[in-house]
């Protein structure tokens, strides 16, 4: 599986973005896909996940926020991100997690895409 993401900028506090991450390669073995990012100095953390029954988990500081969402036609991720505080400056990178017949699990990365909040 290949990720390619992209969307990111510079936007204003209160501003929005929307973030893109589009699958190729095997994408019938995609258990789920997500976004996660990692500010300077801090560990990477999980913002938000769906699984491919549209089940959705968000981080608590983002919830109410950012909304994620996958187009299948497209093999498309996307993570919307309105209300953006300084806070949410950070490398965002998008996740895909595959499982096989026999229940493994494996992680696929696309390149980080670089969301700054300022004024």
């Known amino acids: 599986v290949q990720l390619q993401a992209s969307g990111g900028g510079l936007v204003q506090p209160g501003g929005s973005l929307r973030l893109s991450c589009a699958a190729s390669?095997?994408?019938?073995?995609?258990?789920?896909m997500g976004w996660w990012r990692q500010a300077p100095g801090k560990l990477r953390e999980l913002v938000a996940v769906?699984?491919?029954?549209?089940?959705?988990n968000y981080a608590d500081l983002v919830k109410g926020r950012f909304t994620i969402s996958r187009d299948n036609a497209k093999n498309t991720a996307y993570l919307q991100m309105n209300s953006l505080k300084p806070e949410d400056t950070a490398v965002y990178y998008c996740?895909?997690?595959?499982?096989?017949?026999?229940?493994?699990?494996?992680?696929?990365w696309g390149q980080g895409t670089l969301v700054t909040v300022s004024s």
């Open positions: 390669g095997n994408i019938a073995s995609i258990d789920r």
């Open positions: 769906m699984g491919n029954g549209g089940s959705t």
């Open positions: 996740n895909a997690v595959t499982r096989d017949p026999w229940g493994g699990e494996y992680d696929y």
